[in-house]
């Protein structure tokens, strides 16, 4: 069964702290892993693809256990337009088959 | 950039009624998806197209259909609409193995 899981918040967060959000995935056979960003009313849209080797786009690092099977996001400097929801997607294979969204974490940053 | 546009933001519709939502993308993508988002249950996958008038049932299918005369459109299809259909619906479209462009969503109303 596919699954996702994510900690639905909502985390109230200081402007200026950092915040970090973990994920985890059921299916070892899962093969590439993103954080998209929705905000309210709004489509979701690619924060950042999630490499073994962790990778840092300015203030966002994400990084993947594969042992573990779980995901996770680190926004440093948090900024009031950080606030929005955030969602762990899966995809299980190289196909075309559709990702796998978690329920997305709410985060609000306070100034 | 992709966009992915969806031709209607916000349908009411009757009980009983046909419904076709439009998606149209401009960048040459193979992959196609229609998503409904609900509050508390996330977003799940109806149903994807990796080729013209290729198509494969996601994890929801039931209630619906889907047509790809064109690569670049993607249509879903509601062959009788029930309240339990009120959604939003969101369409993407992809290259192998990325992430997903999302179009603006269609909130349904289902009267």
């Known amino acids: 069964r596919k699954e996702v899981e994510q900690d639905p918040g909502p985390f109230n967060v200081p402007e200026g702290a950092t915040v970090a959000f973990n994920c985890t995935y059921s299916?070892?056979?899962?093969?590439?892993f993103f954080w998209y960003r929705q905000d309210c009313r709004k489509e979701p849209k690619l924060l950042m693809s999630?490499?073994?080797s962790g990778n840092e786009d300015g203030r966002f690092t994400a990084q993947l256990n594969r042992a573990s099977q779980y995901i996770s996001l680190l926004i440093r400097d948090s900024k009031l337009s950080d606030s929005a929801t955030y969602l762990c997607v899966v995809k299980m294979g190289g196909g075309a088959d559709g990702l796998t969204f978690g329920k997305g974490t709410h985060l609000i940053i306070q100034p | 950039d992709v966009k992915v546009t969806q031709s209607s933001r916000y349908l009411v519709k009757r009980t009983g009624e046909k419904v076709f939502l439009e998606c149209v993308q401009d960048m040459d993508h193979e992959n196609m998806f229609w998503y409904r988002q609900d509050p508390g249950l996330g977003l799940r996958l109806i149903y994807f197209?990796?080729?013209?008038?290729?198509?494969e049932k996601g994890d929801i299918p039931e209630g619906y259909s889907v047509s790809r005369e064109k690569k670049e459109r993607f249509s879903l299809i509601l062959e009788s609409a029930s309240t339990n259909q009120t959604s939003m619906y969101l369409c993407a479209s992809s290259v192998w193995s990325y992430g997903y462009t999302f179009g603006s969503g269609t909130r349904l109303t289902v009267v």
């Open positions: 999630v490499y073994s």
């Open positions: 299916n070892s056979a899962s093969q590439s």
């Open positions: 197209s990796y080729d013209v008038k290729m198509k």
